[in-house]
């Protein structure tokens, strides 16, 4: 996949807000869409619609650049007919949706560290385009009684403006959707220099790997449900299927993971160590030698359980409510 297009929209009816967003190949044709019913229009404000659109979009790009994979360097753009949704992603201070907006730059931060480069474009609205239109048609029926995304409503928590760090807001949000602070639990020091350089030293397809296994963009069970690409959470063994029931405990991979165990020793112990996290807080000097060996232990590891590569049917479009 060379160039990934994703149109994104939010849309209101009979007092209920829905966004959906889909995705075009390079011959226009559709090749993923999902709609997310957002909440009730006293709760919700149709420009945060907008930016969850947006935030969704940019999960859409990590799941089809995914499958995709190769070594070439990919390009996504986002298209959104929201100038205010668009604007408040550069602006990211005193804006409504300003913890959205946050979680959509870590995403994109994260987009980027996974050698995709992502554009997000303003498009006229209603305009004569086939992904357009499937957006326009889509969002219509999502705008029904529900919720099917974990963030917040955020209108009456403006004022409770966290202190502009844009990982304690992102964390945040994941916090309250039961993915509870995976991030945070892995590095408290993100995001920092050492991050960067943890990814600068890895081909991207290992830096990709990486990327799934620090954040909620990946392929097993508990996040792809969450975000609507699966229908449950569980793993073959019949836990629930998160990134450190992989690496830890789920007991069909205990053959691979006596190599890893060897490999990293103490580090074991804790997930965040595994993933080269530090908990030292911002003073902390870890030892970065150790933690790059651990951390390319863990990826030959992630890699031989085969649990992070799509595990969806090709090439169909997944039409519908995703239900
Ligand atoms: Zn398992």
Same mark, same amino acid.
């Given at each position: 996949m060379s160039d990934i297009v994703v149109y994104s929209d939010a849309s209101g009816r009979e007092s209920r807000l829905g966004a959906a967003v889909v995705a075009l190949d390079d011959n226009r044709q559709v090749v993923e869409s999902k709609q997310f019913q957002v909440g009730a229009m006293d709760r919700w404000s149709v420009h945060v619609v907008e930016l969850i659109g947006i935030f969704y979009a940019i999960s859409m790009v990590f799941m089809l650049a995914h499958q995709g994979l190769t070594n070439r360097q990919k390009q996504a753009t986002i298209l959104c007919d929201s100038r205010s949704a668009l604007h408040a992603t550069q602006n990211p @201070?005193?804006?409504?949706g300003q913890r959205i907006v946050h979680a959509i730059l870590q995403a994109a931060t994260e987009a980027q560290a996974a050698g995709i480069v992502l554009r997000l474009q303003w498009v006229p609205g209603h305009c004569d385009n086939p992904g357009n239109d499937a957006a326009d048609r889509l969002v219509k029926d999502a705008a029904y009684p529900g919720k099917t995304h $974990?963030?917040?409503?955020?209108l009456s928590r403006e004022s409770a @403006? !966290?202190?502009?760090?844009i990982l304690d807001q992102w964390e945040q949000e994941w916090r309250s959707s039961n993915k509870g602070g995976h991030l945070r639990k892995i590095d408290?020091? !993100?995001?920092a220099n050492y991050t960067r350089r943890l990814y600068g030293s890895l081909p991207r397809n290992r830096a990709y790997l990486l990327t799934q296994l620090r954040t909620s963009?990946? =392929?097993l069970s508990t996040y792809a449900k969450t975000f609507g690409f699966r229908d449950n959470d569980k793993c073959v063994c019949g836990a629930q299927e998160t990134v450190s029931h992989v690496l830890? +405990?789920? $007991?069909? !991979?205990r053959g691979i993971r006596r190599k890893l165990r060897s490999e990293v020793g103490d580090a074991f112990g804790s997930v965040s160590s595994l993933l %080269?996290?530090?908990? +030292? %807080?911002?003073k902390g000097k870890p030892d970065t030698v150790a933690r790059a060996r651990t951390v390319q232990a863990v990826l030959d590891f992630a890699e031989a359980s085969? @649990?992070? =590569?799509? @595990?969806a049917p090709r090439g169909q479009p997944n039409i519908g409510n995703g239900n």
């Open positions: @201070r005193n804006k409504s $974990p963030f917040r409503p955020l @403006r !966290l202190r502009g760090n408290s020091t !993100l995001p963009h990946n =392929w830890v +405990d789920c $007991p069909e !991979l %080269g996290g530090s908990t +030292d %807080g911002k085969q @649990r992070f =590569w799509s @595990r």
